[in-house]
C-alpha cells in the first residue's frame, strides 16, 4: 500500500485503539550526545522522529572526551534499534544532530523538512544523501493509518532570519515534538504549536551557552514570552525541554521557566528525567572531564543507555 508518490505507507499492524501514547527519548543533550532521537508510540502506530545523534566537535576550546564517544555509540546503537521497530521516520531538517540517511529505512514511511523549499545550500546538499522514497511534509497532514502526522509549516531553526534555516515541527497524537526552535524564539512556532494544543511538547530550549554574543537576551525574553503564552493558551501538562538549553551548566539561572511553569500547573523537565535516568550534562561537564574534575563511568553510561524506559 501506498499514501504519496511511492512513499510506503505504515497502516500494516494491527493498531490497538486502547493503547496510551508513549513517549521514549531515545538520546538527548541530557543524556550525552547532542539529540533529540524520540519515539512517539500511539495506537500502536511507531514514529521515530530525528534518529541521529552528534558529538560537539568543540566545546571550552577541546574535542569530545572518550566518556562522551561511548556515549555517541551507545546513543546510536539505541536508535537503530528503535528505527529498526519504528513503522515512520521523521527528519525535521538536515543537521547531523537529527538526520542520518544511512538508517536502514526501507518499507518504512519517511517525511522530511522539504529539501527544496526553505532550506539553505548545506542541508539542502545533504538532504540529497537520503536514497529511498520520501513525503516532503511542510505543512501536510499525513495520514498513517492509526494516527495522523500533523507537520508545521517551515519555521525558522532560532531567531527570524537566522541562516541556520528551517526545520518542521510535529504532532503525533497529543504529543508534539519540536526540535530547535529555540524555546521557541520565534512567534510564529508559537502560534502554531498553540493551535495545536498538545498535552506533551518535546522541545528544544534556547542555546543560554551563547548567551549575550550568539543568543541574544532580547531572544532569550521572547522565548521565556512564547514558553508562558503556550503554557497559558494550551492544556500541556508537561514539557520536556532540552537539547541546546542543556550545554549550559548554568541554564536553570539563565532560564528560569520551572517556576513560571508551576503557576500552569505544568512540569519542564529534561529528557533524562523524563525517563527517569541519571542526567548525563557530558557536553557541559567536558571541560571538567578533561581536567579530571568530574568522573563519570562508563557503566554510568550504559545504564543511560540500557536502563529500562517505559
Ligand atoms: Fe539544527
Ligand atoms: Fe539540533
Given at each position: 500500500m501506498l499514501c504519496y508518490e511511492g512513499v510506503p505507507c505504515v497502516y500494516k499492524r494491527g493498531s490497538n485503539p486502547y493503547f496510551p501514547v508513549k513517549l521514549h527519548i531515545a538520546a538527548a543533550d541530557s543524556l550525552?550526545?547532542?539529540?533529540?532521537a524520540t519515539l512517539v508510540e500511539a495506537k500502536g502506530l511507531k514514529v521515530m522522529i530525528d534518529p541521529g545523534a552528534a558529538l560537539g566537535p568543540r566545546r571550552y576550546g577541546l574535542p569530545p572526551h572518550q566518556i562522551e564517544e561511548l556515549a555517541l555509540a551507545l546513543a546510536k546503537e539505541k536508535i537503530r534499534e528503535l528505527v529498526r521497530g519504528a513503522d515512520a521516520v521523521v527528519f525535521t531538517h538536515y543537521h547531523w544532530d537529527h538526520y542520518d540517511p544511512e538508517l536502514p529505512l526501507e518499507g518504512k514511511t519517511v517525511v522530511v523538512k522539504d529539501p527544496e523549499k526553505h532550506i539553505n545550500r548545506s542541508q539542502r546538499a545533504r538532504a540529497k544523501l537520503l536514497r529511498c522514497p520520501y513525503i516532503a511534509g511542510d505543512g501536510k497532514s499525513i495520514d498513517l493509518g492509526p494516527e495522523e502526522l500533523v507537520v508545521s509549516p517551515p519555521l525558522p531553526h532560532g531567531p527570524e532570519g537566522t541562516k541556520l534555516g528551517y526545520v518542521i515541527a510535529v504532532k503525533v497524537g497529543e504529543v508534539l515534538y519540536s526540535s530547535d526552535v529555540q524555546g521557541p524564539v520565534s512567534g510564529a512556532a508559537a502560534e502554531w504549536m498553540i493551535e495545536q494544543d498538545p498535552k506533551t511538547i518535546v522541545m528544544d530550549g534556547p542555546p543560554?551557552?551563547?548567551?549575550?554574543?550568539?543568543?541574544s537576551r532580547e531572544n532569550r525574553d521572547a522565548a521565556l514570552r512564547n514558553l508562558e503564552r503556550i503554557m497559558g493558551s494550551t492544556g500541556v501538562k508537561e514539557i520536556v525541554l532540552d537539547h541546546h538549553l542543556l550545554r549550559d551548566l548554568d541554564c536553570e539561572e539563565r532560564f528560569p521557566v520551572k517556576e513560571t511553569a508551576k503557576e500552569y500547573g505544568v512540569r519542564v523537565l529534561t529528557a533524562a528525567e523524563h525517563g527517569g535516568r541519571e542526567g548525563l550534562h557530558l557536553e557541559a561537564w567536558r571541560r571538567m572531564l578533561w581536567k579530571g574534575e568530574k568522573s563519570i563511568g562508563a557503566a554510568q553510561v550504559r545504564r543511560a543507555y540500557h536502563g529500562g524506559e517505559g
Open positions: 550525552g550526545v547532542r539529540s533529540m543560554t551557552y551563547f548567551l549575550g554574543y550568539r543568543f
